[in-house]
């Protein structure tokens, strides 16, 4: 008899490489908060990225982009948080995107599950139409039920650099349940 496993694993992204990001830290906090069946991962290699070359997008691809599309191809779904620059999403992380458009494996982005936080103090809607532009080219599934705006300030960051306002906390587990969700369908 074969065991099905009905893990969901989430693969977190933040947008940012500022060290007391809130969007980093809401996603630490999603670490320790996960539902049962969830097993989430942060990816850490944002700042190792190359910058987007379509000539360099073929075997063997540059480690840090081999790397970056096996995460996301070993994960059920993908929760990203960005903040907004100028006007619209980080050069470093719009890389990243840029670095997923290519992948025609099994497991890309393509019909992957995908949702998003918006943590800024003041919205960041310039940063989210741009990431729903982008997820619309590679094709994922944007999970709107588990998409989530909600204020995130460093006060409400502790010096461990976790999300500590309960409220926040416990609409973050709502938004992963439902990406998990999502997953299993």
């Given at each position: 008899m074969d065991v099905v496993d009905s893990t969901r694993r989430i693969l977190l992204v933040s947008g940012s490489l500022r060290e007391g990001s809130t969007n980093s830290a809401v996603l630490r906090t999603a670490l320790r908060v996960v539902p049962d069946a969830v097993d989430a991962t942060l990816y850490t290699g944002l700042a190792a990225l190359p910058a987007f070359n379509p000539d360099l997008d073929?075997?063997?691809?540059?480690?840090?982009?081999?790397?970056?599309?096996?995460?996301?191809?070993?994960?059920?779904?993908?929760?990203?948080?960005?903040?907004?620059?100028?006007?619209?999403?980080?050069?470093?992380?719009?890389?990243?995107?840029?670095?997923?458009?290519?992948?025609?494996?099994?497991?890309?982005?393509?019909?992957?599950?995908?949702?998003?936080?918006?943590?800024?103090?003041?919205?960041?809607?310039?940063?989210?139409?741009?990431?729903?532009?982008?997820?619309?080219?590679?094709?994922?599934?944007?999970?709107e039920s588990a998409c989530l705006a909600v204020p995130v300030t460093s006060a409400m960051v502790d010096a461990d650099g976790l999300v500590t306002d309960e409220t926040v906390i416990q609409q973050l587990v709502d938004a992963l349940g439902k990406l998990a969700g999502a997953c299993a369908s």
């Open positions: 073929h075997d063997p691809l540059p480690a840090a982009v081999a790397d970056l599309r096996n995460e996301i191809r070993a994960a059920d779904g993908v929760l990203l948080s960005t903040p907004e620059y100028a006007g619209g999403l980080p050069g470093a992380f719009k890389n990243l995107l840029d670095w997923t458009v290519g992948d025609d494996q099994p497991g890309s982005m393509y019909e992957k599950p995908v949702a998003w936080l918006n943590v800024a103090a003041r919205g960041a809607p310039n940063a989210h139409e741009s990431l729903r532009k982008v997820l619309g080219y590679v094709h994922a599934t944007i999970v």
